[in-house]
């Protein structure tokens, strides 16, 4: 089973930045895509940003140009930068991994943005 912990969450005002981190417990963690979801109170689950196990990146268009996705994989651990963060960013932001199909999740971090 792997394991997913996050970490770096907490409350920033708006414009601020933030830095997530997930480590992961998996030897394999080079071959895993990886991604940042996010879930607000009354929302979905929705897509935030991914790196694949050849660091192609993506990310939904409302976090581009403000948030970066990041691996290192001698450290296991991938990171979310977020930059110019807006109150419409507050969520609880999940770590996931996945590998032929099979997904794992983290706990969650949360994210408030407010002054």
């Known amino acids: 089973q792997v394991q997913l912990v996050e970490s770096g969450g907490g409350l920033v005002e708006p414009g601020g930045s933030l830095r997530l981190s997930c480590a992961s417990s998996s030897t394999w963690f080079s071959r895993y895509n990886m991604a940042w979801y996010r879930q607000a109170p009354g929302n979905q689950r929705e897509l935030v940003a991914r790196i694949s196990s050849v660091r192609v990146t993506n990310y939904a268009d409302s976090v581009k140009g403000r948030f970066t996705i990041s691996r290192d994989n001698a450290k296991k651990t991938v990171f979310l930068q977020m930059n110019s963060l807006k109150p419409e960013d507050t969520a609880v932001y999940y770590c996931?991994?996945?590998?032929?199909?099979?997904?794992?999740w983290g706990q969650g971090t949360q994210v408030t943005v407010s002054s």
């Open positions: 996931n991994g996945e590998r032929d199909s099979i997904y794992y």
